[in-house]
Each structure stands twice: as structure tokens, then as C-alpha cells.
């Protein structure tokens, strides 16, 4: 049930940002008639404090949240994965000076460095991005690091390195593959926070800058409207916790589903 | 126990210097982030030498180090008091968000984990879960503004905002107590799954022993021993979390003064509160470890 649940919310947040050109929506669109408009026939979700449409907002929001967590997730698993099999197999000296820095990186409170960056690095979908990766990849690193660990005592990496494979190559074939499932399921609870990072930063105003739409300064924006136009704040909430529940259910379903494929190799 | 707390120091020293390095590398000039395109060559010369930033950056590091030990952070651009003073009229607002938002989880989870676990399989046990996993997935920075809604707004039984008036702590310490609850749920449940199948257990039931007496005196003193590193850990959470909460119901805590200091672009202030964080978070965690050392007699052994 709850799978069904969270694979359609997940499709119909991915098509609805694919078919976005065929709608043609105006979401920065002033409307001075329709301003903070209730939810009715003619405005569907209701209209914001410029008139704006919420529900062509909550389409471009949906945009840059997928956008937001496909890159930073792409990022900083790419990135967590390389740094953190390099660290595990190698061992020794780079393997000490990795793990030290991702000890450092673990004892920074994430959202926190989060903030910090984007404040430094100033708002904009990019900086935002970039904030998110390097937050993120220690996660990844630390599980690969872990994996490699193990994996590098198994039979067939000995069989590689006997029949003299190169390094390189034996991480690329032999090792890297195999922690693949693991890193799958860290990556779709990764989707879950990285919305809810991309949506928090953009709340305290340090993500996407008007007049460009996201959940997270939607929320922002409705916040001062709660008593006379609640429907601001209440749909784009929506919007996340159902996108964030699904993709969590998903990496729980996930997470069962490739343990039991463990048990069985 | 020595080389701990020496990795410790070499890890808050590493934190510190993250710190440091994150306001002072990143590309761009602050003081032409600070004054803008149009401020007179002598102003910015006379801000970048207020700010010490005419000087290597090696020199920089030093002179911040030496003033950290003495307890001085700089002086805030905007109200130039200094930021240690700034940081400790805040920080008790904080703890006190903080502490509350901790003892509500606690008081949730526990009821609700030990419920799961004893009743496992049932419908009381998926409940609690789907309730746990509602927990996890409602973002903080909505979940505030819905409560105002609802409990200020509506039914005027809390005030909005602010930290003065009496019930203000309540919807803050909801909305920042809430995830902490939901995960902490989870580890009480499958903590107490994993105790409750172990040979003493059914030793334990076969002497005849009330099912009460098992779950509370023998199972959960075991199953505790997990959750407190959790605590530890979360609890250091609840600081960097609590940031967004304070934002939302304008908390005058450590978070709010890190949110205005950076929109106001005030540096040493911004430098200031991310330390403080983060410090208090490595200590918090460090703690709990030693404490969890202490309690389990089997980890020295191991």
C-alpha cells in the first residue's frame, strides 16, 4: 500500500515537472485583481500577495526541488562514493587524513555548515547546490569508506590482485560495483533531505530569490498572511511533506527490498 | 580514555578551524559584500583594516586562535558590542527551546516505542510507526507556522510569537521536539525488539516473572543503553535545528542572531554563533560517549 502511495506521489511530482513546458504557466504573473484570492473555481489554489497563482507556483517549486535534489544528490554521491572507496582501499596514511577530515565534517551539525555556506556564498540556485554537496557527501564517503573496507578482503578482489590487475581497475570493477546498493538506499533518503534542506534554507531566505518560486520561501511568504490567506503557507507544506514522506517510504521500501537480495548472494 | 580525548581536541580544533576557514576563503570580497558597490575607497580601506583583513591570512588565523582562547570573538559590525556578550545574553534563551523541545521527545517516544515493541505486529505497533514516520517526514519550518495557525490564530490559545508571554515556550518546543520524537520512537521500539528476544528475557518469563516487571525492569534498562548515544547525538541536533524554529516564532535564542547577523552581513557575529553551535554540538556528543562508556561496563572490555 504504502508503496503504491509513495510511487505515485514520486511520478506525479517528476511528470508534473516534465510536462511543465506543455502548460505554459506564468508563475511570476502580477495579478493586482486577484490578489491573496481564496482557493476557488477560477483561481484553483488561490492566489498570493502579488495575485500570483499558488498552484502555477507550486509547479515551478516542484522544478526546483527535483532539479535541487537530483544535482546535489548526483554530487555529492559521486563525489562521498569516489573519496570514500579511495579511503577504504587504499588505507594507511590517506585513509587516516580522510577519515579525520570526514570526523571533522561529521562533528559540524549539518543543516548548520549548510547555512553558514550559503550565507557566505550568497543566495541562487547554484550556491545552494554547492552548500547542499558539501554537507553531503560525508554520509556517502563514511558508507563507502566501510564498504571498501570489507569488500577488499573478499575472495575475488585477491583473485584480481593476484592475476595483476591495476589498482584502479579493481576498484572500478571489483569494488565500486558491489557497494552500489547501500549507496542506492542512502541516496533516496538523500532526495527526502535535500528537499527539506533546499526548502529550510530557502525559508530563512538564503536559497531562491524572488521572484523565482520554491516550497521553502512560499512557506516564508505565507507566514505573514496566515490569519487572512492560510492557503500560502498550507499548500506548498503539502507539497513537501508528501514529496519528503514518499521518498522516505520509497528508501524504506528500498532498503528492505535489497537486504533480502544480500541474504540470498 | 586518552586517546579519545585526544582525537577530541584534534577533531574541535578542526571544527574551529572550518570555521574560520569557511568566512575567510570563499571567494569574494566581504567588505565589498558589506558596504556595496558604492562606498568611498577610504571607507573600505578603513573597514578591511577594522576587520584585520589587510593582513596574511596565516596572520589572520593566529591572531583569531589567540583570541578564542581568550574568549574574544570580535566585535559585532552593526551594535559593535562584543560578540561573546551578543552570544551569552542569547544562549540561554536557546538552551531553554532546546531542553524543552528534548524532554517533550522523550516523553513521547517512550510511551510510544515501548507500545510499538510490546505490542509488535498489532495495529498499535503500525500506528505508532506511521505516526513516527509523519513525525520524520512534517518539515519544521512548516509544521510552526500550521501550529500558530491553528492553536494562536484559531483558538487564541498560545501566543504567536516571542518568548515573554506565559505558554509561549509551548508551539516552539513542539515544532522543534517533534522529529527528535519521531526518531527516538523508532530506536526505543527496535531497541526493545532486539532486548526482549534474548535468553534472560525468556529465562525470566519461565521463573514466571509479570510481563510488566520484564518490559520495565529487565528489558528497557538494557534497550536504554543504545538511545542514550542517540540522545547525545540528537540533542546536538536540537541545537543546530533549533536555528529554523527560532526563525519561525521569532525566539530570541542563538539562531535568530545568526539568521539577522547574516542578513545584516555582519561577519564576526555570523563566525561567532556557527562556533558556538558547533562547539556545544562536538562537547554534547563527546559527553554522551564517555557517559555511555561509563554506564556499559561491556564496551571496556570490548
Not at chain 1, 499548500?235 to 519528503?244: E, S
Not at chain 1, 514518499?246 to 533480502?260: C, E, H, K, P
Not at chain 2, 570580497?29 to 558589506?34: A, H, L, S, T
Not at chain 2, 562537547?283 to 564517555?290: C, K
Amino acid at each position: 500500500m504504502s508503496r503504491w502511495f509513495a510511487t505515485v506521489i514520486l511520478l506525479c511530482w517528476v511528470s508534473v515537472v516534465l510536462l511543465q513546458p506543455l502548460l505554459q504557466t506564468t508563475p511570476n504573473q502580477i495579478q493586482l485583481d486577484a490578489i491573496l484570492a481564496p482557493p476557488s473555481m477560477e483561481y484553483w489554489l488561490g492566489n498570493d500577495a502579488l495575485g500570483r497563482s499558488v498552484g502555477e507556483r507550486l509547479l515551478a517549486g516542484a522544478e526546483i526541488a527535483l532539479l535541487v535534489s537530483v544535482a546535489t544528490v548526483m554530487i555529492s554521491a559521486l563525489a562521498g562514493t569516489l573519496i570514500g572507496a579511495l579511503s577504504g582501499y587504499a588505507g594507511g596514511m590517506t585513509d587516516v587524513v580522510i577519515s579525520r577530515i570526514i570526523d571533522i565534517m561529521l562533528a559540524f551539525p549539518g543543516i548548520l555548515l549548510a547555512i553558514a555556506l550559503a550565507a557566505v556564498l550568497g543566495p541562487g540556485i547554484d550556491n545552494l547546490v554547492i552548500a547542499i554537496s558539501v554537507v553531503g557527501w560525508v554520509g556517502y564517503a563514511r558508507l563507502a569508506r566501510a564498504q571498501a573496507l570489507s569488500l577488499k578482503q573478499r575472495e575475488h578482489v585477491s583473485a584480481a590482485i593476484a592475476l595483476g590487475s591495476r589498482q584502479g581497475r579493481i576498484l572500478r570493477r571489483h569494488i565500486i560495483p558491489l557497494m552500489l546498493a547501500p549507496l542506492l538506499v542512502e541516496a533516496s533518503f538523500g532526495i527526502a533531505a535535500v528537499i527539506v534542506a533546499e526548502a529550510g534554507l530557502s525559508f530563512l531566505g538564503l536559497g531562491v530569490q524572488p521572484p523565482q518560486a520554491s516550497w521553502g520561501s512560499m512557506i516564508r511568504e505565507g507566514a505573514d498572511f496566515l490569519l487572512v490567506a492560510p492557503h500560502l503557507a498550507i499548500f506548498p507544506g503539502i507539497a513537501i511533506f508528501l514529496v519528503v514522506l514518499s521518498a522516505n517510504l520509497f528508501g524504506d521500501w528500498l532498503r528492505s527490498r535489497l537486504d533480502v537480495r544480500d541474504e540470498v548472494a | 580514555m586518552l586517546t579519545r580525548v585526544m582525537t577530541s581536541l584534534i577533531t574541535l580544533i578542526g571544527v574551529v578551524s572550518l570555521v574560520f576557514f569557511l568566512i575567510h576563503l570563499i571567494p569574494g570580497d566581504p567588505v565589498e559584500y558589506i558596504l556595496g558597490d558604492s562606498a568611498r575607497p577610504a571607507d573600505r580601506e578603513a573597514l578591511r583594516s577594522e576587520l584585520g583583513l589587510d593582513r596574511p591570512v596565516i596572520i589572520q588565523y593566529a591572531d583569531y586562535l589567540s583570541g578564542l582562547v581568550r574568549l574574544d570573538l570580535g566585535h559585532s559590525l552593526h551594535s559593535r558590542q562584543p560578540v561573546s556578550e551578543l552570544l551569552l545574553e542569547r544562549l540561554p534563551a536557546t538552551l531553554k527551546l532546546s531542553l524543552a523541545a528534548f524532554l517533550l521527545a522523550i516523553l513521547i517516544a517512550f510511551p510510544l516505542g515501548v507500545l510499538a515493541a510490546t505490542r509488535s505486529g498489532t495495529s498499535w505497533d503500525s500506528g505508532a510507526m506511521v505516526l513516527s514516520l509523519l513525525g520524520v517526514s512534517i518539515p519544521n519550518f512548516w509544521l510552526g507556522p500550521m501550529l500558530i495557525l491553528l492553536f494562536s490564530l484559531w483558538l487564541g490559545l498560545t501566543p504567536v510569537s516571542g518568548m515573554e508571554q506565559p505558554g509561549s515556550l509551548i508551539l516552539p518546543a513542539v515544532t522543534l521536539g517533534v522529529s527528535l520524537a519521531a526518531i527516538l520512537a523508532r530506536m526505543v521500539r527496535s531497541s526493545l525488539l532486539e532486548v526482549l528476544n534474548e535468553d534472560y528475557i525468556r529465562t525470566a518469563r519461565a521463573k514466571g516473572v509479570s510481563e510488566q516487571v520484564i518490559v520495565w525492569k529487565h528489558a528497557l534498562s538494557n534497550a536504554l543503553l543504545p538511545v542514550i548515544t542517540l540522545l547525545g547525538l540528537q540533542f546536538g541536533a536540537l541545537l543546530a535545528g533549533s536555528v529554523i524554529t527560532e526563525k519561525v516564532f521569532s525566539w530570541p535564542g542563538v539562531g535568530l542572531l545568526l539568521i539577522d547577523a547574516i542578513q545584516q552581513r555582519d561577519y564576526p557575529v555570523v563566525q561567532g554563533a556557527v562556533l558556538l553551535i558547533a562547539v556545544s554540538y562536538l562537547v554534547v556528543n563527546r559527553l554522551t560517549d564517555l557517559l555511555y562508556r561509563a554506564v556499559d561496563p561491556r564496551i571496556k572490555v570490548a
